[in-house]
């Protein structure tokens, strides 16, 4: 299980969201109060949207809390999208390549969950992503092989759609091989302008995921209601900062707007 | 403040203790029980006693949880005497060469615990490390400043009094530059044959410091009451298997026995 | 490209031939001679036969020629049979996965060269591997993907005819999608006790192959015309310590003796 | 020894100037032509002034060649004003607070040469440096102390006059030691505005420091005449394009003009 945020606002620094929110992601990757996994040490990612199309990457396999790389350019970078990701494997190797975001030119997607029976169900999983996009698999883990099945399944026209028969198609390959182990998730994934995220899973026990307004230097510069941060878990305390997406639904951020619809697989 | 167990006994491989006990030191990094910081995954180290004089000596910067080569190595290696070690940084980076046991010839030393006020204290305790020592100083830390201070006064001549005078000296640096932070320490020590380990602070609320001897595959073929591990928390659950060292004491290992001597800083 | 270099012999340290050579496979990594890219520093690994069934395997990113730990473990680890690896990587990520050797259980196999049109092939080549080996794949590269697919067609049983019908299957997936970049290798194989080396390339340009007998500490220890080392290049200038191997052909070590014998795909 | 690369014009994206140059520094990681040591693959740096009174600072400790995560930042960040260097370890080891550039508040320095001696003088030279700054030494290298003993000696005054004294200082450190082994240093220096270079060695064999105009995007924008670009070695082979700094004298850029003038040590 992992940790996630995913901005969208005015442009503000990283740190604002990143390290000095009260229960920021970055002390999320030593104590995370609402996962299964209280440490989440294995790496980390983050993905921002500048000048130019494709969002800039930066991962790396070091914990997120004591990396000074990350402290200095969240310090500097400042954008109007991003996401971030700490990582705490559930089984594949710990490797950049492993690490959230995931990126396709300009689509980025992470993702806190697993399939289950990853080793079982992977050589088929994989098979369900076509050779356009399987040459720029760079990693072995479930997350990324989920993006690029979804990628496969018409993403970039249709993300609510691709990801929901992607997730289908995933769910028969499990069946296969037993229930003991769910698929579990919740995710985010944008093409730089709009922001999708899913809150699914096989046994209605799906990761949290919220969506809010806490209390960043974008707070006061956004209209009233605009929502700009999505996240697995808040990053304060201020309940009034936060909206609960519910089990078995997506969720569409698109100019500060938020619109919640149920959510399953094809 | 980190975690460590120093073994010595028949030959066992690494893993016998470091990942198959209980609460193994590995476990450990991820979640101890007996320490202020729960997590230890600021690096790790180990030195291990084998056909040569001085020790083999392995130390990374990423969490012990999910290393693949300390896993391997653990399974391979077999030694008479080994020190491992967990890392939660108190300050300094992470970086090998701060990254414990620290090694001096056939000396080998590691460290929970720290020099309270160190980035202002630091010049000053460097200022107790003979040339001869300084010029191997690898890294920033508290700790193998102590080490190579301890040197300096002699220790590889009389390891429990150059230790005692080392912190003495620290203490009176300390002292000047106010008293809001104190020094704490439990702490091992090699050459090789003997082992000492320590327990001390200026607060009287030393880290704890464990001796026994815990289920491996040494236990049976050891002598009754022989001892054959020191740790800085119990790696199993069978309180008949440890012994706690009282505040302020000191242990020798010699041959499988242990004495334990009242130890105050010169 | 990359250089490796395997020995079978009296137990020696690792140091001795991996560090102490005129031209040790360390001082390789910073400047090969015999390679097409000179600069061998994107990982290392070596993996070496204990006392245990399985090897140890140690692998690292960072280049060998500045490893501590590389450093350390080499002068304590002795060994009778061990391989040795730098990496020069031909496109896939810098990772501890897509570094050498790879293992399974006993087995354990290194490379040098690379499959034309990788990212063309990779899916195909991938499923060259049987389910009952694709769950252990952990990295993206070819070398590791040759490793399993020979598995698969029975390496454990038939090592030389396995990699003969991998290598062939490899080539028939290669042609359809263009000539315009080879098949090349130089390889070597053990299970713990015989070795294998493999010198073959589609366009009759294969990497160097030598096997020999240079100045460490086993030679004296060792009858005369017995050979203990096998290597991508010879690590000393001492010509009358090195054969090479033809092209198209490849070595069976056994005992100290080693035969030559044609080698083509199946 | 090391490279590296200095620019200050008009807005460019850090790739134009360290990967799109004929003979980049980053391909001099792996080839460098004007350089004593070939390969600089013991990590890298680069310090680029944005928003924020505070330059962003990146190092890691992976040649600069493949690291995936430079090659994504370089596409991102602009900057009116960087340094990029990268590193030949010769002898500290290899950890991110060793590698340069070396950042205090607003001040950036990076270096090519060494401190002839080093470990004989280090206790010494960091005897020049003043408490106030001691507590920022986050490694062990000669050039971070240099950086500090100029801070100790007036830097952010008296930017050539505190450099000149502090290397004064080093070279009577260094007399006391024996005469085997040279100063040598091509270096440079911003404070975000403003860059000072220095070419100087006791021996008459300093490294090649350049500067000039390279065909970047920034070259059409910039008025006849002006220089954004301060080097260890041209980054391409049009000698209309680059100028010589002669031994023993330092460089001052500012607003696109530069002034050379003899720089000795005090």
Redesign the interface.
């Known amino acids: 299980m992992c940790r996630w945020v995913a901005y969208a606002g005015p442009d503000i620094f990283l740190e604002d969201l990143l390290f000095e929110q009260q229960h920021s992601l970055i002390s999320q990757s030593?104590?995370a109060r609402h996962a299964s996994q209280?440490?989440n040490?294995?790496g980390f990612g983050i993905a921002?949207y500048?000048?130019?199309n494709?969002?800039?990457?930066?991962?790396?396999?070091?914990?997120a809390?004591?990396d000074?790389?990350l402290r200095?350019?969240a310090?500097?970078?400042?954008s109007r999208l991003f996401f971030a990701h700490v990582r705490a494997?559930t089984g594949t190797?710990?490797?950049?390549?492993n690490c959230h975001p995931f990126q396709f030119q300009n689509w980025v997607f992470m993702h806190n969950g697993k399939i289950g029976h990853w080793?079982?169900c992977?050589?088929e999983v994989e098979s369900l992503i076509s050779?356009e996009f399987?040459?720029y698999?760079?990693?072995?883990s479930d997350s990324e092989a989920l993006f690029m099945a979804a990628l496969s399944e018409g993403l970039q026209d249709d993300p609510v759609g691709a990801m929901s028969r992607a997730i289908g198609k995933v769910l028969q390959i499990m069946a296969a091989h037993g229930d003991s182990e769910p698929f579990r998730m919740s995710a985010a994934l944008t093409d730089g302008t709009v922001i999708w995220a899913f809150r699914f899973s096989s046994d209605q026990a799906s990761p949290s995921l919220y969506y809010g307004n806490p209390d960043t230097h974008a707070k006061d510069r956004a209209a009233d209601g605009q929502v700009n941060t999505i996240a697995s878990e808040p990053s304060d305390d201020d309940e009034s900062n936060w909206h609960s997406v519910p089990e078995g639904h997506g969720l569409r951020w698109s100019g500060g707007r938020v619109s919640v619809f149920p959510f399953v697989p094809a």
Not at 54 to 63: A, K, N, Q, S, Y
Not at 137 to 140: D, H, K, M
């Open positions: 030593l104590r209280v440490t040490g294995d921002w500048g000048q130019r494709r969002p800039g990457l930066f991962r790396d396999i070091l914990p809390w004591n000074e790389n200095s350019l310090a500097q970078v400042q494997s190797s710990v490797s950049r390549s080793q079982d992977r050589r050779p399987y040459r698999r760079a990693g072995t």
